[in-house]
């Protein structure tokens, strides 16, 4: 089946191509969107970078960082809450392992939490895998215009852009520790790779 009508069916591909259809339903869902769709695609190349730290399962978190955005589509955005977005409307297509990664990238359950979404471990367990640490500091070293930054720059630059109260904000100071400690953990594996 070729990726075209893997992406029009929802089927996974499970080739040596299989981040080409998750680039192909970002790009038409993202595109739109100007300067996030420059943030995934970078995110995506950052991802291209941690074979040493994820081995075989580079083509899954690949397709993770197309994806990972991907709840701020406006067709998808249904809560508001991008992650959880992104997260339902893959496990509608059948992509349960993705849609779990998207609903935890960057501390994504803490701020499910502070909004009150009760339920969403039930919903989605976060297995804290190295998959969705990768993710995670693909995410927080990759600027919004796809520049690259570091962890606590990149935090920095989330809690100046929505305001120290937001929501957002006070998950990802709740967080940084483990982002720190994670990424650090990463560039050290990486270093010696």
Same mark, same amino acid.
């Given at each position: 089946?070729?990726?075209?009508?893997?992406? *029009?069916?929802?089927? =996974?591909?499970v080739s040596a191509d299989a981040p080409a259809w998750a680039r192909t339903m970002a790009e038409?869902?993202? =595109?739109?969107?100007? &300067?996030?769709?420059?943030?995934?695609?970078?995110?995506?190349? *950052?991802? #291209?970078?941690?074979?040493? $730290?994820?081995?075989?399962?580079?083509?899954?978190?690949?397709? %993770?960082?197309?994806? /990972?955005?991907?709840?701020?589509?406006?067709?998808?955005?249904?809560?508001?809450?991008?992650?959880?977005?992104?997260?339902?409307? !893959?496990?509608?297509?059948?992509?349960?392992?993705?849609?779990?990664?998207?609903? /935890? /990238?960057?501390?994504? &359950? $803490? @701020? %499910?939490?502070? *909004?009150?979404?009760?339920?969403? !471990?039930?919903?989605?367990?976060?297995q804290d895998s190295p998959l969705d640490r990768a993710l995670t500091y693909c995410d927080l070293?990759?600027?919004? =215009?796809?520049?690259?930054?570091?962890? &606590?720059?990149?935090?920095? @630059?989330? +809690? #100046? *852009?929505?305001?120290?109260? /937001?929501? $957002? =904000?006070?998950?990802? &100071?709740? +967080? !940084?520790?483990?982002?720190?400690?994670?990424? %650090? #953990?990463? @560039?050290?594996?990486? %270093?010696?790779?």
């Amino acid at each position: 089946m070729s990726v075209a009508a893997a992406f *029009r069916y929802g089927e =996974s591909m499970v080739s040596a191509d299989a981040p080409a259809w998750a680039r192909t339903m970002a790009e038409a869902h993202m =595109s739109p969107l100007g &300067r996030r769709w420059t943030h995934v695609q970078q995110v995506a190349r *950052r991802a #291209e970078e941690l074979g040493a $730290v994820v081995g075989d399962d580079l083509p899954v978190l690949v397709e %993770a960082a197309y994806l /990972h955005d991907i709840g701020y589509a406006p067709a998808l955005a249904k809560t508001g809450f991008h992650p959880l977005d992104g997260a339902r409307y !893959l496990r509608r297509r059948g992509h349960e392992r993705l849609a779990r990664l998207v609903a /935890h /990238h960057t501390g994504a &359950r $803490v @701020e %499910a939490q502070l *909004r009150g979404f009760d339920d969403y !471990l039930d919903e989605f367990p976060y297995q804290d895998s190295p998959l969705d640490r990768a993710l995670t500091y693909c995410d927080l070293t990759t600027g919004p =215009s796809g520049q690259p930054m570091t962890v &606590r720059q990149r935090v920095d @630059e989330i +809690c #100046e *852009r929505y305001g120290p109260d /937001h929501t $957002v =904000s006070r998950a990802c &100071r709740a +967080c !940084l520790a483990d982002f720190e400690r994670d990424g %650090a #953990e990463i @560039e050290r594996r990486l %270093a010696n790779a």
